[in-house]
T-cell receptor, first 116, second 113 residues
Framework: DAGITQSPRHKVTETGTPVTLRCHQTENHRYMYWYRQDPGHGLRLIHYSYGVKDTDKGEVSDGYSVSRSKTEDFLLTLESATSSQTSVYFC???????????????FGAGSRLTVL | KQEVTQIPAALSVPEGENLVLNCSFTDSAIYNLQWFRQDPGKGLTSLLLIQSSQREQTSGRLNASLDKSSGRSTLYIAASQPGDSATYLCAVLITGGGNKLTFGTGTQLKVEL
């Protein structure tokens, strides 16, 4: 997990409340990603970023928004949390872009979110 | 839609055994395939990345092979140790799918003393 920090690591919240998860990197990598991991589904991409203020949707983006105002920070926001968003959220970074074919991903330790 | 399957879902072996983990994917138009290790309560650690033009990659006791035409990859672990116990996931990046890695659901490996 060197160079990439997620916060908070654990959070319990109630349905309808907003939640923001933070991913902070010290590697100065251009590419950042948010995934969620659920039993039976593996990891699924929520949003990703290829630079400051440049973001795009992933496979399961509904109900989530992201922002990247600085290279080192990538925020994931649940505008109004629902129970279906209970999951473990992982941030990942890569130095090279996906289309180079050589983009090794480094993952954070994860943020466990429980929505009651 | 790319689908990635890992069989078996769980595997238990005695220490010292050589073993093979399997990964299959349905769309052969890929940029690369990666193998990751995940320890309980932890994030994923990249083990090996094989680019589409490569056939295999090696790192220590690990060897990963890629056969694009058949949609298969294997991760070979030599002389397994209890410290190898973890969940192993493969993921593929397809050429026509934006920037999305598609993950398998993993093989949970336990190496027993």
């Amino acid at each position: 997990d060197a160079g990439i920090t997620q916060s908070p690591r654990h959070k319990v919240t109630e349905t309808g409340t907003p939640v923001t998860l933070r991913c902070h990197q010290t590697e100065n990598h251009r590419y950042m990603y948010w995934y969620r991991q659920d039993p039976g589904h593996g990891l699924r991409l929520i949003h990703y970023s290829y630079g400051v203020k440049d973001t795009d949707k992933g496979e399961v983006s509904d109900g989530y928004s992201v922002s990247r105002s600085k290279t080192e920070d990538f925020l994931l926001t649940l505008e109004s949390a629902t129970s279906s968003q209970t999951s473990v959220y992982f941030c990942a970074i890569s130095e090279l872009g996906p289309r180079t074919g050589a983009n090794v991903l480094t993952f954070g330790a994860g943020s466990r979110l429980t929505v009651l | 839609k790319q689908e990635v399957t890992q069989i078996p879902a769980a595997l238990s072996v005695p220490e010292g055994e050589n073993l093979v983990l399997n990964c299959s994917f349905t769309d052969s138009a890929i940029y690369n395939l990666q193998w990751f290790r995940q320890d309980p309560g932890k994030g994923l650690t990249s083990l090996l990345l094989i680019q589409s033009s490569q056939r295999e990659q090696t790192s220590g006791r690990l060897n990963a092979s890629l056969d694009k035409s058949s949609g298969r990859s294997t991760l070979y672990i030599a002389a397994s140790q209890p410290g190898d116990s973890a969940t192993y996931l493969c993921a593929v990046l397809i050429t026509g799918g934006g920037n999305k890695l598609t993950f398998g659901t993993g093989t949970q490996l336990k190496v027993e003393l």
